[in-house]
Nanobody, 123 residues
Framework: VQLVESGGGLVQAGGSLRVSCTSSRRTGWNNAMGWFRQAPGKEREFVAA????????VYADSVKGRFTISRDDAKNSVYLQMDSLKPEDTAVYYCAQARISTATSRSEYYNYWGQGTQVTVSS
């Protein structure tokens, strides 16, 4: 399985950006999908996850109310809409596919990872 992220870039604080992730294999029936991020000098952290058929979503407290995760299984894709961006959201954002169907923040349940896309929020 290959996951390819796109849509990163530079945006001013308060702005919006949508990052996308496309899988080489059909997502959907069994797999939860997630987004993680890693800022320079920091550990990778969970951002958001969406479960089987989009039934449930989980968000990190730091992005709750500002970010929205969604999926389109017909397109083998998952998206992260980021609104009201802050400079502290600056990071490389990674898409990941879980080996379970339930949305989870635990990275050990994710067995496929993309290469990441840079998101930079200027103040």
């Amino acid at each position: 399985v290959q996951l390819v992220e796109s849509g990163g870039g530079l945006v001013q604080a308060g702005g919006s950006l949508r990052v996308s992730c496309t899988s080489s294999r059909r997502t959907g029936w069994n797999n939860a999908m997630g987004w993680f991020r890693q800022a320079p000098g920091k550990e990778r952290e969970f951002v958001a996850a969406i479960g089987w058929r989009g039934v449930a979503t989980v968000y990190a407290d730091s992005v709750k109310g500002r970010f929205t995760i969604s999926r389109d299984d017909a397109k083998n894709s998952v998206y992260l809409q980021m609104d009201s961006l802050k400079p502290e959201d600056t990071a490389v954002y990674y898409c990941a596919q879980a080996r379970i169907s339930t949305a989870t923040s635990r990275s050990e349940y994710y067995n496929y990872w993309g290469q990441g896309t840079q998101v930079t929020v200027s103040s």
